[in-house]
C-alpha cells in the first residue's frame, strides 16, 4: 500500500517479543502472526502464554500458526502445543481459499481474527476461510459477537467480510464450523467518540442437543433483569429462540445493545455443564449494563484491542472513546508499536464511569 501507515519500523531485522508481557495470553501471539505476514519482519517470542493456568501454545495458537505457516510460506520453530518459544519467519505469499481443522474445541474465532488481516489487505478478489473446531468459548469472540459486532466495524473500515456458521461448536466436542468470504480492503480511518442513544436490545438465546426450555429460561431471566434495570420502558427488546445444529451439547445468550450512529455492541454469556440458565443469561446481561453505565463510550471493551490492527493500517488518525481499558487493549498497543510506525495512545478515563480514550496517529 506504500503508506506510513503500513512501513515496518527497523526494516527486517527480527522482532523480540516477551509472552509474560501485558495479558500475557495468546492475544500477543495473534497479533505477531497478522504483523509478520503483512510486514515481512520474522520474530521470535519468548514465555509464550506464560500468564495462563497452561502455559505455551494450545490447539487453536498452533493452528493459527500452522496457517500463517502456509499462507506465507514461513519457516516456524517451535509450533508444538505446549511449547513457550516460537520463531517465525516468512516469505512474499498469495492470499487464497484456505480450510482448517483445529481439531479441537479450541476458538475458530481467534484464528480467523488472525488470518483476516493478511489476506484482507493482500488480496486482490474475494477469498474464503473454512475453520473447524469451536464457534462459542471462555475468553474468545463467540460466533454471535464476531457477526453482530466485529464484522460491523470491519465494514464501517472498508474491510468488508461475511460470515455463516453452519455448525456450533462447543466445548469440549468441537466440531463447530465457521466460514468467511473476505473482501479486498482498503481501510480508513475511523472517528468515533460518542455513541447514540440505545434504541433497541435484541438478542439470541440459543441451544444445541439441548431442551428449548433451556432457552426460554435464558430469555425469560433477560427480560426480568432488564425490567429491573428500568431498560424496558426505554427501548424495543426481542429476543429469539434459536436451535443451532452441532455434533455436541451447548448453550449461548447474545445481546446486541444497538445504538444510533454507532456499531451493534454484542454481550454474550455462555453455558456449560452445571451453570443454570439463569446465570448465563446474568454473564450477558452485567457485562451489557456495565457498557451502558459508561456514558457516551462509543466502543465496548471487548472490541477495542481488536480494531486497533485494521486501524492501524489505515492512512489517517483515527479515534475513539471506550467503556474500559483492559490489558488487553494496553498489550495489543505494544505489540502493534513492535512492528508498526504508528503512535497510539490511550488515554485512561478521568473517573470512573467515564470513557477512555483511543487516539492512532
Known amino acids: 500500500m506504500g503508506s506510513d501507515s503500513d512501513r515496518p519500523s527497523g526494516g527486517n531485522e527480527t522482532v523480540r517479543l516477551d509472552g509474560s508481557r501485558g495479558e500475557g495470553g495468546g492475544q500477543i501471539l495473534r ?14 517470542m519468548t514465555k509464550v502464554r506464560a500468564n495462563r493456568d497452561k502455559p505455551g501454545l494450545r490447539p487453536q495458537h498452533r493452528t493459527a500458526i500452522d496457517a500463517a505457516a502456509e499462507l506465507g510460506n514461513a519457516r516456524v520453530v517451535g509450533a508444538e502445543v505446549g511449547s513457550r518459544e516460537v520463531a517465525f519467519s516468512p516469505a512474499e505469499y498469495q492470499p487464497r481459499d484456505l480450510s482448517l481443522d483445529i481439531g479441537t474445541a479450541g476458538s475458530t ?25 469451536g464457534t462459542f468459548n471462555p475468553k474468545a469472540p463467540a460466533y454471535t459477537f464476531l457477526d453482530a459486532t466485529w464484522r460491523g466495524y470491519l465494514w464501517a473500515f472498508g474491510m468488508p467480510v461475511a460470515l455463516s456458521m453452519p455448525s456450533a461448536g462447543f466445548y469440549p466436542r468441537g466440531g463447530g464450523r465457521l466460514e468467511a468470504w473476505i473482501e479486498p480492503a482498503n481501510p480508513r480511518p475511523w472517528v468515533q467518540l460518542e455513541r447514540g442513544p440505545l434504541h433497541k436490545i435484541r438478542g439470541i438465546a440459543g441451544v444445541a442437543n439441548l431442551r428449548d426450555d433451556i432457552a426460554a429460561r435464558m430469555r425469560d431471566r433477560v427480560l426480568e433483569r432488564l425490567a429491573e434495570s428500568g431498560l424496558d420502558t426505554e427501548v424495543a427488546i426481542e429476543i429469539e429462540l434459536v436451535r443451532w445444529p452441532s455434533p455436541g451439547q451447548g448453550a449461548a445468550l447474545t445481546l446486541v445493545a444497538e445504538h444510533d450512529a454507532t456499531i451493534p455492541a454484542a454481550f454474550v454469556g455462555l453455558g456449560e455443564r452445571g451453570k443454570p440458565s439463569e446465570a448465563v443469561a446474568d454473564e450477558a446481561v452485567d457485562q451489557l449494563l456495565a457498557f451502558e453505565a459508561v456514558e457516551g463510550a462509543a466502543v465496548d471493551p471487548h472490541s477495542a484491542d481488536q480494531i486497533l490492527l485494521p486501524l492501524a493500517f489505515a492512512t489517517g488518525r483515527s479515534a475513539f472513546t471506550v467503556s474500559e481499558v483492559t490489558e488487553h487493549l494496553r498489550t495489543n498497543v505494544e505489540t502493534i508499536g513492535a512492528f508498526l510506525e ?20
Open 31 to 44: 497479533t505477531a502472526l497478522s504483523l509478520s505476514l503483512l510486514t515481512g519482519r520474522p520474530f521470535r
Open 109 to 133: 474465532g481467534l484464528v480467523l481474527q488472525t488470518l483476516h488481516p493478511p489476506l484482507a489487505l493482500r488480496t486482490g478478489d474475494a477469498v474464503r476461510l473454512t475453520l473447524a473446531g
Open 342 to 361: 504508528r503512535t497510539i495512545t490511550v488515554e485512561e478515563p478521568e473517573a470512573e464511569g467515564q470513557p477512555g480514550r483511543v487516539v492512532i496517529e
